[in-house]
């Protein structure tokens, strides 16, 4: 009989990098931790023995749990978790059948470093078109859900890093940018190790936009359109970010699972 209360990494696969993804708390102990430390996208690290005094912070939200092999520790925290009435599963198998199933896994080395709430905070130019939507979307949906973006004037991106410990990115001279042909969505990638097919693929369509070589793959050419389009509908860099988070959701769906359908006009029948 499937478990009521675990989910499996087939089910959870489906789930990650949506907007209603689950949060994902990992409590491996430090050994196993430190013996591969990586995280599954957009998860955070919680100490399984002071689940009571953390418990709280996810009141109200989905969460899965996950540690080594699926058994005593995500299991314990999740029931731990459901007694604060929280909806809260444990994944199935834990971190190694994620791993075993080639799941998309990030490096927590890459991260910058947390603000006092926990939140890591970048920081680029106003105004942003494609990249500077392409990297928060990334960021929020595969690394830190909370993250924190700083749109300034360009001239001020290296100064408000330094003001406010924030991470410069898609500017010049900095680590989280250009490099080559690739944009700075592809170094997050890399950087992160987040590789998937459906990412590989969005990846192609958001540097053929971003670097005016629209003959790279056919999406690129709506897709600038509609990046182009949503910045001149917005004064408010964050209110535009909030809606280009939707197109990004789109077309990493689209990369996911509809490649290969096509929409044609039905033409079965005769007009009457």
Known sequence: MPS??????????????????????????DEDFEADPRLLPASCRRDFRTVSTWAADFAGRRVVVICQRGQKLS??????????????ESLEGGFEA??????PLFKADAMPPRD???????VTRARPKVDRIACPWLIRRFVDPSAVFLFVEPSEVLAAADRFSAVPFDVDDVFWSHRGERCTFDTMIEEFGLRSEALDRLALIVRAADTARLDLVPQAAGFLAASLGLSRMF???????????????????WCRDATDETHNWPSGGKAP
């Open 75 to 88: 299991q314990g925290v999740a029931a731990w978790l459901r007694h604060e009435g929280i909806a809260a």
């Open 98 to 103: 994620w791993g075993a199933a080639k799941g």
């Open 4 to 29: 009521t209360t675990a989910i499996t990494v087939a089910q959870l696969s489906r789930l990650v990098g949506l907007p209603d993804a689950p949060d994902l708390v990992d409590v491996r102990i």
């Open 116 to 122: 006092n709430k926990g939140r890591t905070v970048w």
């Open 235 to 253: 004064r408010d860099d964050l209110e535009q970010l909030k809606a280009g988070m939707l197109l990004y959701d789109a077309f990493f769906r």
